[in-house]
Every structure is written in C-alpha cells, then in structure tokens.
C-alpha cells in the first residue's frame, strides 16, 4: 500500500494471495474448458466460451490497482482499462462478505479490489468519508 498526504493506493492481486484458491480456480477452468471442446468440437462457440469462462475470472486472476486522491478514486485493472469515479458520484463504501463495493449515488455498486488489511480498509473508509464531508477536498 502506498500512502502519501492526499492519495492512497494499493495493488491487489488475489491469485497471488490465495495460491491454494489459485489452483482450483486454474484446475476449474481447464475441466470447463475441456467440457466445451469434448462437448461442442473445436470452432468458434468453443473459443466463445472459453474466453467467457477467462473473462469472467478476470478480477481473482489478474492484478488491479486502486487510487483513492482528491479527484476520486480509480480501478485499474487489465482488460477493463481504468474506472474514474468523481466524489461527486460516490455516496460511500461498504466492506461484505464477497468483498468491497464502492456505492454509487445512481443506486449502483461498483466491486472494488480488497484491502491488503484492516488498516488499510479502515484508511479508505476514513478517507471516502472526509472527502464526500468535503473535510480534506483537493486544491
């Protein structure tokens, strides 16, 4: 995690973090994998599926970074690019069983990469919650 006055970061990367997880994610995707192409042969609703099946875990097997500063807070993530949401659009934070979720004020939830620990979690909620109060807004 890196931290300065007015900005807050932190990369994550589950599939390093769990390896035991790791493994049964990767062993799951083969076995999908090779049901599609006993299931389907070879061809394009094959290569479809499977692109489906590895998009769909994108978030547990690549690595994302997150930016919490005075502009907002930013995901980046490959694939998906980079995600920039304005204090103006953000209404809170909210830390559950299947992760974080940054609230939006359109009424939608937005997952976001975990913490590498409490502090840092606390630390986010803390900052989140001086920006949308106004108490630590950007020059």
Request: proline share 6%; with cysteine; net charge neutral.
């Amino acid at each position: 995690m890196h931290q300065s006055e007015h900005r807050l970061s932190w990369d994550s990367n589950p599939f390093r973090r769990d390896p035991v997880r790791a493994v049964l994610v990767v062993l799951i995707l083969v076995v999908c994998s090779s049901l599609t192409v006993w299931w389907l042969g070879y061809g394009w609703p094959t290569l479809t599926l499977i692109t489906l099946f590895v998009f769909s875990l994108r978030d547990f097997l690549l690595p994302s970074n997150m930016v919490v500063d005075g502009m907002g807070i930013t995901l980046s993530a490959p694939l998906t690019g980079a995600k920039c949401w304005s204090w103006d659009e953000i209404s809170g934070v909210e830390a559950g069983p299947r992760g974080l979720h940054l609230l939006l004020n359109n009424g939608t939830r937005r997952r976001i990469p975990q913490a590498p620990d409490l502090a840092a979690l606390d630390e986010l909620r803390l900052r989140v919650k001086e920006y949308l109060q106004g108490e630590n807004a950007p020059e």
